[in-house]
């Protein structure tokens, strides 16, 4: 599954070591010369990380209802300044991941680094 790429795009500008970027790419470019092309495997310690159960909760439909939310499965949704997917819609609750969507993924990338400032 691809989840980005800035094909047809202005190239992703960052500053190593700056903590913009998740480790491991910070780390892998680290070395490389312009026009050289890399492929990157990132293990999910070095990217978002594991998954953590204990963010997953299951919250009052009530509770969310009277903050103009109703949930489906899939939604993506902020609760307390947090991004939540809806796991799981039941009777009276739902089922809220506040995991990162590529915690405990392990990441693919193909980088070409186009120029050093």
């Known amino acids: 599954m691809q989840f980005d790429s ?7 500008e960052f500053k190593v070591g700056g903590g913009e970027m998740i480790e491991g790419f910070d780390k892998a470019v680290v070395g490389m010369k312009v026009c050289e092309t890399k492929k990157l495997r990132i293990k999910p310690e070095q990217a978002y990380g594991g998954r953590d159960e204990t963010m997953v909760m299951e919250i ?45 993924k392990t990441l693919n990338f193909k980088i070409k680094l186009v120029k050093i400032k």
């Open 6 to 12: 800035s094909d047809g795009k202005k190239p992703l």
């Open 60 to 104: 009052p439909l009530e509770r969310l209802a009277s903050n103009k939310i109703q949930p489906k499965k899939g939604m993506q949704l902020t609760a307390n300044g947090q991004l939540a997917v809806v796991f799981a819609v039941n009777k009276d609750t739902a089922v809220l991941d506040f995991n990162h969507p590529l915690a405990g």
